[in-house]
């Protein structure tokens, strides 16, 4: 029997500072992406993917994401429950995660960056990440230069084993993609109201247990960090094939 899709949620509180000559008024996961904000694109991803229900971890401009989520619902309908969750100050990646979590229900939630996205199947990673008892699986994306994201070390059976730092030598190589399936217990066992980075202070914890794998999914991955990178997703890429083709 095939399992049920975990709930998602995205985490859109991050100021976006890089990003703010191009974006001065708004937070950077409503930025215009081929005629609509960068935002619904994740949506209507996790939403063909079957994920039914989404909690928006909020924080920046939290009342512009708020207002954003009243008309995705009415786009949507009943085939996506979206849900917003203020952050009560800046805490983080991890520490967003770790305060929607009363929002999410089931064994596993799937996480995504709502800054990036990349080709993903939920399918996958969660086969992926049940054969190994993981507490963490993260998808992966191949990538030129992975000196700007810092690189990830992968074992032959899936195990992440070494996060590299960002350098400006680093060459070709994987990179983490933003796009996490985490058990809902392990998100539980994060303190609660204190800022944490699941990235730099979580993964690593976990890297040592033995408990962090891999998955290397397609290409390409489109950050809108900075305003470089921004203006190459909205103009360069063909967003209605990138959703319809998955991972």
């Not at 609509?36 to 994740?42: E, G, T, V």
């Not at 009943?78 to 991890?94: F, I, K, M, Q, Y």
Request: glycine content about 10%; proline content about 6%.
């Amino acid at each position: 029997m095939q399992e049920a899709q975990p709930q998602a949620v995205i985490l859109v509180g991050g100021e976006g500072t890089r990003l703010r000559p191009a974006l001065p008024a708004q937070p950077k996961a409503l930025a215009p992406v081929a005629g609509r904000p960068f935002l619904a694109w994740l949506l209507v991803a996790l939403e063909r993917q079957g994920v039914r229900k989404v909690v928006l971890s909020t924080g920046y401009r939290a009342e512009a994401i708020e207002a954003f989520a009243e008309g995705a619902r009415v786009e949507f309908g009943a085939r996506l429950e979206l849900v917003c969750v203020r952050d009560p100050r800046p805490l983080g990646t991890g520490g967003a995660l770790r305060n929607v979590a009363a929002a999410v229900r089931g064994d596993r939630v799937l996480v995504l960056n709502g800054d990036s996205y990349c080709p993903f199947d939920v399918r996958r990673l969660q086969r992926l990440h049940v054969a190994h008892s993981a507490r963490a699986s993260v998808w992966l994306a191949r990538v030129e230069d992975a000196g700007r994201f810092g690189a990830v070390t992968l074992a032959e059976d899936g195990r992440i084993t070494a996060f590299r730092e960002k350098s400006a030598s680093a060459g070709a190589g994987l990179v983490n993609a933003g796009i996490y399936l985490l058990e809902r217990a392990a998100l539980d066992e994060l303190p609660a109201s204190a800022p944490l980075s699941l990235e730099r202070e979580v993964f690593p914890q976990w890297l040592a247990a033995g408990g962090l794998y891999g998955l290397v999914g397609g290409e390409p991955l489109i950050d809108i960090g900075t305003p470089e990178s921004y203006a190459l997703a909205d103009e360069h890429v063909d967003w209605q094939r990138l959703i319809l083709a998955g991972a």
